[in-house]
């Protein structure tokens, strides 16, 4: 048996940690509307649980999105398990980056900011620094 997380696991339990945090909840919180400990959504978050169908449905409900937001970017080979683990790509950094916290409480302030205006000027600077 591989003792290595499923690829479609880890990439669905990012998710859950994405949305989780963007929403601004902890994983206690999550837990406790799910009737499960803040470990168990440890373990779920970094796929070393697998998520059921129902348990994931739950999760869709108490984070108010569609359960397909947890598959979207799933790559063709990660859905057909085509893993070449020598590799590290540009999208696997991105993945990493999305879940950062500090990636998280950005995007939740960024969206904080009622003013559409003001959200827009903010991105606008943020691009042009960004330009190399």
């Not at 048996?1 to 994405?18: A, E, L, N, W």
């Given at each position: 048996?591989?003792?290595?997380?499923?690829?479609?696991?880890?990439?669905?339990?990012?998710?859950?940690?994405?949305r989780?945090v963007?929403?601004?909840?902890t994983q206690?919180?999550?837990?406790?509307?799910?009737g499960?400990?803040f470990?168990?959504?440890?373990?779920?978050?970094?796929?070393?649980?697998?998520?059921?169908?129902?348990?994931?449905?739950k999760i869709?409900?108490?984070?108010?999105?569609?359960?397909s937001?947890?598959?979207?970017?799933?790559?063709?080979e990660?859905a057909?398990?085509?893993?070449?683990?020598?590799?590290?790509?540009?999208?696997?950094?991105?993945?990493?980056?999305?879940?950062?916290?500090?990636?998280?409480n950005?995007?939740?302030?960024y969206?904080?900011?009622?003013?559409?205006?003001?959200?827009?000027?903010?991105?606008?600077l943020?691009?042009?620094?960004?330009?190399?």
């Open positions: 048996m591989d003792s290595k997380p499923d690829p479609i696991d880890v990439h669905v339990g990012q998710k859950v940690r994405f989780r963007t929403v601004g909840l206690t919180e999550l837990g406790k509307a799910l499960v400990t470990q168990q959504i440890q373990k779920y978050e970094h796929g070393a649980n697998r998520i059921g169908s129902s348990r994931l449905y869709s409900q108490v984070l108010s999105t569609p359960v937001f947890f598959f979207d970017g799933i790559s063709e990660i057909e398990n085509i893993i070449d683990e020598a590799k590290e790509t540009e999208a696997t950094a991105d993945s990493a980056n999305m879940v950062k916290k500090e990636t998280l950005l995007i939740r302030n969206y904080g900011i009622k003013n559409a205006s003001v959200r827009k000027h903010l991105y606008n943020v691009k042009s620094m960004n330009k190399e």
